[in-house]
Structures are given as structure tokens and as C-alpha cells.
Nanobody, 118 residues
Framework: QVQLVESGGGLVQAGGSLRLSCAAS????????MGWFRQAPGKEREFVAA????????YYADSVKGRFTISRDNAKNTVYLQMNSLKPEDTALYAC???????????WGQGTQVTVSS
């Protein structure tokens, strides 16, 4: 199916910005929704944002609304996560996934680490 590769993570000071990329590849690509998730040590994986491959529908977790923006470039088969006003609590491994049906996610990428220092 689809393979996903995340990139763009790194170390940034509080208040800074990062843009994550999720590049999709594979002979089969017929997903309608892509999403970003994150997981910090000792914490459960949490939903961050999602976007339809076509159209303008976007969804955000309350914790990132107003700070993060999800977008896509269909020509590049890439979904982005622009993260502004980063906080130490945003520190986590960020991974992208494709919605397999109305509730399940799959084709997880390996993740990219985001570390926000005080």
C-alpha cells in the first residue's frame, strides 16, 4: 500500500517554529484523509491534526488549535504540519498515518522527533 516518511523534526527553543513533512509513496495511493499524531515518553499517542487529500476539511486537537496548521501539496504527495509558538509540552515523536476507514489508521511512518527546550 502506501509508505509514509516523516521529516523536519529537530531541536527548537520555546516560541520557535518547525515544519514537518510527511511524504507518501507507493503504487497504491487512494486515501482520503491523512493525519498527524504524537507520542511523548510515558504518554499515550494523541491525535494532532488531519486533512482530506482533496478538499479543504481540516481537523485539529484542542491543544494545538491556533498554533499548528496542516496542509498538503498533492503534486508532491506530501502533507505538512506547520508548528508555531512551540511549547516544551509539544516535545514528542511525531508520526503521520493514513485513515483506512472511518476510525482506523494505518501505514504509519517511522516518526520524526520534535524537542522543544525552555
Amino acid at each position: 500500500q502506501v509508505q509514509l516518511v516523516e521529516s523536519g523534526g529537530g531541536l527548537v527553543q520555546a516560541g520557535g517554529s518547525l515544519r514537518l513533512s510527511c511524504a507518501a509513496s507507493g503504487r497504491t495511493f487512494s486515501s482520503y484523509v491523512m493525519g498527524w499524531f504524537r507520542q511523548a515518553p510515558g504518554k499515550e499517542r494523541e491525535f494532532v491534526a488531519a486533512i482530506r487529500w482533496s478538499g479543504s476539511n481540516r481537523y485539529y486537537a484542542d491543544s494545538v488549535k491556533g498554533r499548528f496548521t496542516i496542509s498538503r501539496d498533492n503534486a508532491k504527495n506530501t502533507v505538512y504540519l506547520q508548528m508555531n509558538s512551540l511549547k516544551p509540552e509539544d516535545t514528542a515523536l511525531y508520526a503521520c498515518a493514513v485513515m483506512l476507514d472511518g476510525t482506523n489508521w494505518g501505514s504509519w511512518g517511522q516518526g520524526t522527533q520534535v524537542t522543544v527546550s525552555s
